[in-house]
Structures are given as structure tokens and as C-alpha cells.
């Protein structure tokens, strides 16, 4: 097979990075890349969809990227998997990866071991320089589900129209599930028994990164990994609920530029040049001069650690860093210097966030659970609603109308293969009802 071959695979699947912002995944797979980087990390509290990849398909994701270094002519992968995590892995398989390209790293249970940046300097000892992708330093990261999946579309031809999904946090028993693409959220937990969810409220994605989900309207996609419940009274939901207005006042009112948020950064202390306590104070007193300071945000990866373990005064740099980026982003702004950093700033080893202190600091320890158990439930839905956008880049284009039939796996919408996009295919057999630019609806027939 040709690498324009794996990348036509790959596209006609609709396969996106399986565990962020879902970037489309063809893409990726380049010439130029010596090293491929598993990101099997489960880098935020809770997340545990990838226990169950480890658990039972590890032997097909190796074989994975056996082929796709083939094709690549990449040197080596590297599988970053937690020390913790590693009894998840058949020992038989590690065991036979000994003196092969296929390496087992054992990174550091810390927080964010996940971010492409942190975890290519722990699997490869490279720092990626700013606002670079990991290609910049020959490397690709690729998630453990995203490998799974490629693997279904080489030996099926298999589409992506179903997500491995994490229910946990608040919960009766802590679970990953398989779920139709485009299925209601509400729908979803209906069918698992959670007919009644007064006083919670449900985050997409992890405690630190993750967003508020509107309950009645959201849907299943193909980067939902977790959807994790909390009562509203907590911590987490109050502070993801708070208006970005009031962040800003708070933050103008009581930050004391302290520098503490910027001192646990782990970009920062990587070496890039960002300085979150700068952006905080220019966006909060409106110093509309500094444009160096709200450029810095671009530098931002959102994890969230410069809000939960470094402000001490209960203010978020995160949403307001993370405003300040999406803003420049859609005004078409970005930093035209890029410092490339040789090492590590110094005080690195001693500033890292242990998972379990993070843990502590956010309040949910009585939700954390060794493992959680794969449960094998079929989901019917009698409708989905599968959005245009589940990836970075331009929106797909319908090539189905409305009154069409339509089947499981079918490919209902598509980017230009040019394009920074992907495929979409329906999740169940049926009729298509609705077509418009934010969705396509499809009923059973």
C-alpha cells in the first residue's frame, strides 16, 4: 500500500483524532516523520476509554503501526503509556516487542502527560517549538483509539460512526460504552437509567478541559470521550459556568500578578514564552497596548493547571487565555516569532502536577475508580443528529438530500480531500428527514 493509499483510507473512513479536538487524521500521515507517538496517556481524571483499547485491542494497535511505519518509513513508534496503567498491557505482547521499532514508554503519572507538546518531550526528550506541530521535530502523535480505528478501516473498510464513551463521576457504576454517532446525550443516559437528572450537571470531556453539555440538545460525536456527571454544586460545574464577564471582573479586581499561574504552566516550563499572569492582567484591565501579552495566549493548550493549582485567589486564566486565543484566531491573528527551545527551564522537575494531587485539588477523589468495566449494550436510537463539524477545519458538505435511505457506515457528508476536513457516515439505517449546514437528521425507517 502507497501512503496516498492509507491517507484515501483513512479519509473515507472519517477518522479524527479519537481523543481532542479531532483533527482529521489523514493529514497526519506524511513523509518526513521519523517517529510516530501513541498517546496513550488517559491524560484527565476519569477518562478511561483507552483502559479498554489497552485491555483488549493492544495487539492490533502494534500491528497498526507496524503498517503505517511501513508506508511512512518512519524509524520508530513510541507507545507513552503511564507506569500505572501498565498491568493493563498483555505482558506476552511487551514482552515481544523487545529490539523491535515498536517501543513501551513508561511516562511520568502526572497532569497534562496527555498534551502533544508535554508528551513528545517525555516519550522522545524533543520540545516542539511555539506554536509548531509535532511534524516540526519529526513526530506525529496519534491516539490509541484513532489507531483502532485505522485498524478497522485497513482490514473492513469499517467507518467511523460509533464512540467508545466513558460514563463516569456521579453515576451508580462507572462504565465505557460503544454509541451511535449523533445520538442525543439525554437519549443516552435514558437508556442507561438515568431517566431523572435533577441537580447534575454533564461535562463532555474531562474535569479540566471539558464542556458544559446542554443537556437536551447535545449529542454523541466522534471526539466525545467522557461524559462525566457532577452534582451542580460543584466546584467544577460553578467555575464552567461562570460568564466570561465576570471572570474578567473578578480578575481585575483581585489579581495581584503573583505569577503563580505562569510558574506552573507546563508550556512555560517547557520554555515557551508563555507568561499567562501577563494575559490575565491585559485582558482583565483592558491594556489594549500589550499586544505581545494577548498573543501569548495562542501559545495556550487549555489544560487548565495555571486555574486549578496555581491561582490562589479562585480566578480562571484558563477561559480567559482561552477567550483571548479563539478571538485572535477568528480576527486572524498570530505570534510571528516562535522561540524554539534546547531544554526544559530548570525548575520544571520540581513544578510537575501529580494526577493525584490534582485529583485532591479538584474535589472529585470519591469518583475515582481503578478501572471501569466495558459494557456491551446496543444502542437503538430512533433518531441521530450528526453534525457537519466533529473535526478541525472546514465544515462537511451533504451528498445525501432529504426522502434518501440510507445505511450504517454510509458516507452521508464529506470535505474536499484537499481540504483541512474529513467524511461523516450515518450511525443507524434510515431515512434522511433534515438536511442543513450544522446537521443532517436521519430517522429509522
Not at 516519550?123 to 489507531?147: A, D, F, R, Y
Not at 485498524?151 to 467508545?164: F, I, N, P, Q, S
Amino acid at each position: 500500500m502507497t501512503l496516498e493509499e492509507l491517507q484515501s483510507v483513512v479519509y473515507n473512513a472519517g477518522i479524527v483524532g479519537a481523543g481532542g479536538a479531532g483533527f482529521p487524521t489523514h493529514k497526519k500521515l506524511s513523509e518526513g516523520v521519523k517517529q510516530i507517538v501513541v498517546n496513550a496517556a488517559e491524560c484527565e481524571p476519569l477518562m478511561m476509554v483507552d483502559h479498554h483499547i489497552f485491555a483488549k485491542h493492544f495487539q492490533s494497535v502494534i500491528d497498526t503501526l507496524n503498517i503505517i511505519m511501513d508506508i511512512m518509513g518512519a524509524e520508530e513508534a513510541i507507545f507513552g503509556i503511564k507506569k500505572k496503567n501498565m498491568w493493563l498491557l498483555d505482558q506476552k505482547i511487551v514482552k515481544s516487542l523487545e529490539n523491535t521499532r515498536v517501543k513501551i514508554k513508561e511516562i511520568p503519572d502526572i497532569y497534562p502527560a496527555g498534551d502533544e507538546v508535554v508528551l513528545v518531550y517525555e516519550t522522545t526528550g524533543k520540545i516542539i517549538p511555539e506554536g509548531q506541530i509535532p511534524m516540526s521535530v519529526g513526530v506525529v502523535v496519534i491516539n490509541t483509539e484513532t489507531l483502532y480505528n485505522i485498524r478497522k478501516a485497513l482490514d473492513t473498510g469499517e467507518t467511523v460512526c460509533e464512540k467508545y464513551v466513558t460514563i463516569a463521576g456521579d453515576v451508580r457504576e462507572d462504565i465505557t460504552v460503544k454509541v451511535p454517532v449523533g445520538m442525543k446525550i439525554k437519549e443516552l443516559f435514558s437508556q442507561l437509567g438515568y431517566e431523572d437528572m435533577t441537580g447534575k450537571a454533564v461535562i463532555n470531556g474531562g474535569p479540566m478541559m471539558g464542556k458544559l453539555v446542554d443537556f437536551e440538545n447535545d449529542v454523541v460525536t466522534k471526539t466525545t470521550k467522557g461524559l462525566l456527571v457532577f452534582p451542580e454544586t460543584h466546584s467544577i460545574i460553578q467555575r464552567k459556568r461562570m460568564s466570561v464577564s465576570t471572570m474578567l471582573k473578578r480578575a481585575s479586581a483581585a489579581c495581584c500578578y503573583c505569577t503563580m499561574c505562569t510558574d506552573v504552566c507546563p508550556r512555560y516550563l517547557l520554555g515557551h514564552s508563555i507568561q499567562v499572569h501577563k494575559i490575565l492582567r491585559a485582558a482583565s484591565h483592558c491594556e489594549v497596548n500589550d499586544a505581545d501579552a494577548f498573543l501569548q495566549s495562542t501559545l495556550c493548550c487549555g489544560c487548565g493547571v495555571c486555574t486549578v493549582m496555581g491561582c490562589q485567589q479562585m480566578l480562571n486564566p484558563q477561559a480567559i487565555s482561552t477567550m483571548a486565543k479563539e478571538t485572535l484566531a477568528k480576527k486572524g491573528y498570530r505570534r510571528t516569532e516562535s522561540v524554539k527551545p534546547d531544554k526544559p527551564r530548570p525548575e520544571r522537575e520540581g513544578r510537575l502536577i501529580p494526577s493525584d494531587t490534582l485529583i485532591d485539588r479538584l474535589g472529585i477523589r470519591k469518583y475515582v475508580k481503578d478501572k471501569v468495566e466495558r459494557r456491551y449494550i446496543d444502542f437503538y436510537p430512533d433518531t441521530v443528529y450528526i453534525p457537519m463539524s466533529q473535526h478541525v477545519g472546514k465544515p462537511a458538505s451533504a451528498i445525501v438530500k432529504i426522502g434518501d435511505a440510507v445505511k450504517k457506515g454510509q458516507m452521508i457528508a464529506k470535505t474536499d480531500e484537499n481540504a483541512l476536513g474529513t467524511t461523516i457516515h450515518s450511525s443507524i439505517d434510515g431515512i434522511v428527514k433534515s438536511v442543513n449546514e450544522k446537521e443532517i437528521v436521519i430517522s429509522v425507517i
